[in-house]
């Protein structure tokens, strides 16, 4: 499989990933399951933390933004580092390809926006084992700042595919996700947030061929 760094994307189709056709259905998810999912999820952490474990909201508000604060920084190094792992082998370019280089292939496939829920339920559940061993009870609010975190990210990811530019404040996500996907997809690697792109220097470069999306376009036109 070819790199899809800077080749033109194709926006309509979907392609097949798997000759298995539970694995491949798998592969396909609509965008409402996970919010769902991670939002109920989300929930009862808070209110176990707080019915079962006795934690006062103030304690909880706190956990639950470091949780989301920590998943902006997790955001950024997964999609640097390993939905952008170099294929140097044929392997890791079947890996690449299949985590994230068909997004760039087919950044209108909605279906292929979000990570499959089967497997970001078997993330999660090692994440709360992992948490709660370095947090203890703390990684109730923790964890449901980082799941929302995640829903956060996955809302916005959908809206900047699905969605026109809108006229308002959050157009920069909009124009900020064009540039990765469209001039420089060695940089601009924050989705939910520009900010981890702003501490290690991987804003897109200033250059007067610069290019913005216009409010009222798709990224994707």
């Known amino acids: 499989m070819e790199s899809t760094k800077l080749k033109r994307p194709k926006h309509k189709g979907s392609p097949k990933l798997f000759d298995n056709p539970i694995l491949e259905k798998l ?36 956990l ?4 989301l604060f920590f998943f902006t920084f997790v955001e950024y190094i997964m999609h640097r580092y390993l939905y952008h792992i170099p294929a140097t082998s044929e392997r890791k370019k079947k890996i690449s390809y299949t985590m994230h280089g068909v997004h760039h292939d087919y950044p209108k496939d909605k279906s292929r926006l979000a990570m499959p829920p089967v497997l970001s339920l078997v993330v999660a559940t090692v994440l709360f084992i992992i948490y709660r061993a370095v947090l203890g009870d703390y990684v109730f609010g923790f964890l449901a700042g980082f799941l929302i975190g995640y829903a956060a990210y996955l809302a916005v990811h959908y809206s900047v595919h699905a969605f026109k530019v809108p006229n308002n404040f959050l157009k920069i996500l909009w124009q900020h996700h064009s540039i990765h996907h469209y ?37 994707d036109d």
Do not use: C, Q
Not at 51 to 59: D, T, V
Not at 64 to 67: C, E, L, M, Q
């Open 64 to 67: 639950f933004v470091a949780g």
């Open 183 to 219: 001039r420089e997809s060695d940089r601009a690697f924050g989705v939910s947030s520009p900010l981890w792109d702003h501490i290690f220097g991987t804003m897109p470069r200033k250059t007067r061929a610069s290019k913005k999306t216009a409010v009222g376009n798709s990224i």
């Open 27 to 62: 592969t396909h998810t609509h965008i409402s399951l996970p919010l769902i999912i991670f939002g109920v999820i989300a929930v009862a952490l808070i209110y176990y933390g707080i019915i079962e474990k006795g934690f006062e909201a103030p304690i909880m508000v706190g």
